[in-house]
C-alpha cells in the first residue's frame, strides 16, 4: 500500500514539474540576443542546416555574444504617449523582442498603455503566452478578466494611479478608461514575445473569414448581424 501511494506521489510530483515548465524554457547561457536579419548568409544557412533536422527553435537565432553590444539591450521612446485618435480610443506601445533583441529568451516585456478620456478601450484580448501585470500612473480604469469554462466568473476591479493588476495568463481581459482624463498605464509580461489575440478581430476579422453558419450558431446571432460584423473594419490598437 505504501508503495502505491509512493508511486502516486511521485506520478503527481513528476506532473507537476512537467507543468511548471510549460511555459519558456529557462535560457542556458546568459542571453541570445536575436538576429533580425533573415537575410543574412549566416542565418540562412542555420535555418537551412536546422530544417534538414526538422528542429523548431522556441525563439530567434542568437548572435554571437562576444559581438553584442548596449543597444541589444536598449529602447527608447516609453516617455512618449502613444496615438489614441482611432476607434478603439487606445494605443499600445510594445517593447518586446521585436523592439530589443536582447530579450529573447529571457521571458520578460513591457508595455506602454494609453487610452483617450472617457472610453478609450483595450478591448478583450488575450496573450496566450504570458501573464500580465499592470499599474496605472494616470486616469482611472475598470479592468477585468474572466476565468475559463465552466464559471466564466468577471473579475473586476476600478483602478486609480498606483494601482496594481494581475491578468494571468490566457485568460480574456480588458482595460477601459473611467476618467474624464487621458489614462496611461505599463504593464510587464511574462514572456519576451507574449502575442495578442484580440477576440473580435479574431473571430470577426479573421482572413479569410469564418463561415457566418459558423459564427451565427456559436455567437446566437442572425446571419445578417454576422455578416454585417464580418464587414466590420477591425483596428488593431498594437
Ligand atoms: C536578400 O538578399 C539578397 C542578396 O543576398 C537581395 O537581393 C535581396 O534584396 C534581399 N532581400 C531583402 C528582403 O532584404
Ligand atoms: C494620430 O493618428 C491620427 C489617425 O491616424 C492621425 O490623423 C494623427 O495625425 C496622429 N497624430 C499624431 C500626433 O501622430
Ligand atoms: C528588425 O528588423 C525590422 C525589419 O527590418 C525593423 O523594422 C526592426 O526595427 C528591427 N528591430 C530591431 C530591434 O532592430
Not at 457566418?212 to 464580418?230: E, R, S, W, Y
Request: with cysteine; net charge neutral.
Amino acid at each position: 500500500m505504501k508503495g502505491v501511494y509512493f508511486l502516486v506521489a511521485f506520478v503527481l510530483f513528476a506532473l507537476a514539474s512537467t507543468l511548471a515548465s510549460a511555459s519558456d524554457p529557462s535560457p542556458l547561457q546568459d542571453f541570445c540576443v536575436a538576429i533580425n536579419d533573415t537575410n543574412n548568409t549566416y542565418t540562412k544557412y542555420r535555418m537551412f542546416f536546422l530544417s534538414i533536422y526538422a528542429v523548431f527553435v522556441n525563439g530567434k537565432f542568437c548572435k554571437d555574444p562576444k559581438l553584442a553590444t548596449p543597444m541589444d539591450f536598449f529602447f527608447s521612446g516609453l516617455n512618449i504617449p502613444g496615438n489614441t485618435s482611432n476607434q478603439l480610443g487606445s494605443k499600445v506601445t510594445p517593447v518586446n523582442v521585436a523592439q530589443i533583441l536582447g530579450l529573447n529568451t529571457l521571458g520578460i516585456s513591457l508595455a506602454r498603455l494609453d487610452f483617450a478620456p472617457y472610453g478609450g478601450l483595450n478591448p478583450p484580448h488575450t496573450h496566450p503566452r504570458a501573464t500580465e501585470i499592470l499599474v496605472v500612473v494616470e486616469g482611472t480604469l475598470l479592468v477585468g478578466f474572466v476565468t475559463s469554462n465552466p464559471d466564466n466568473r468577471l473579475i473586476t476591479k476600478v483602478l486609480y494611479p498606483g494601482d496594481v493588476f494581475v491578468f494571468p495568463i490566457g485568460l480574456i481581459h480588458f482595460q477601459f478608461n473611467v476618467g474624464n482624463t487621458n489614462a496611461v498605464a505599463f504593464a510587464a509580461l511574462s514572456s519576451q514575445n507574449p502575442g495578442v489575440i484580440t477576440i473580435a478581430n479574431a473571430v470577426f476579422g479573421s482572413n479569410p473569414a469564418i463561415n457566418p453558419d459558423v459564427l451565427a450558431k456559436a455567437f446566437q446571432l442572425d446571419k445578417n448581424i454576422v455578416n454585417q460584423l464580418q464587414h466590420q473594419f477591425w483596428w488593431d490598437n498594437n
